[in-house]
């Protein structure tokens, strides 16, 4: 953007405070963009829109500044069980947003771990998916974020994540693409260096109820 086009915003909205969302800075970036795709912000139905992007926005983006491996605080000493084999949680629903389009991108992440004395309760790995999802991503770093956050938070042998999505911005934009998904993965501790252990949480990952 031209300096000259950030001072203007900058004279408007004040500096920027790059923390929480600024939802009035938001809204009177969101009128511009109306206006810039030659629209007009005050006709009936787009007088409220600045305000209610203003609101979607800070519930989307609520992911920024916090640290998903907060979620996992609580984690539990598990001196009883001794629980040794792969702990898995499939299929968690998130929704993100494309940092090169700012066009949603949806799918399930999979999530798992060789427990190392600890365990968390399994709700606490889908909140994990949720405050990473809430940022601008591309799905690389989504995936990557998440294990950090258990590898963090948790202190397993091992961490796991796969994560299955479809972008709106390459169905959007006629790249012949629609319904295709993106698949990644992230792999640490023995599910990188052992073959069975990696083979185990791939199987249970890869798994349906129905099979
Ligand atoms: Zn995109």
Request: hydrophobic residues 45%; charged residues 30%; aromatic residues 4%.
């Amino acid at each position: 953007m031209r300096a000259e086009a950030v001072a203007k915003i900058e004279k408007l909205a004040g500096p920027a405070t790059r923390k929480r969302v600024d939802r009035a800075r938001l809204a009177l970036a969101v009128r511009e963009i109306l206006l810039a795709i030659g629209d007009d912000p005050e006709r009936s139905g787009l007088r409220e829109t600045p305000e209610r992007v203003a609101d979607l926005y800070a519930d989307l983006f609520a992911g920024i500044g916090a640290d998903p491996a907060d979620e996992l605080a609580e984690s539990i000493a598990d001196e009883e069980e001794r629980a040794s084999g792969v702990i898995l949680v499939r299929d968690i629903p998130f929704h993100s947003v494309c940092e090169h389009h700012l066009l949603p991108f949806s799918g399930v992440a999979h999530v798992g771990y060789l427990p190392n004395g600890h365990v968390v309760g399994l709700g606490k790995l889908a909140r994990v998916v949720d405050t990473c999802a809430r940022r601008l991503q591309i799905q690389e770093r989504l995936t990557r974020q998440i294990a950090d956050a258990v590898e963090r938070g948790v202190r397993p042998r091992a961490v796991g994540v796969i994560v299955e999505a479809s972008h709106l911005c390459m169905a959007m934009r006629g790249l012949k693409t629609v319904g295709a998904t993106v698949t990644t993965s992230e792999l640490r501790g023995e599910f990188a260096t052992d073959p069975v252990a990696r083979a185990e949480f791939v199987t249970l990952a890869r798994a349906k109820c129905d099979e």
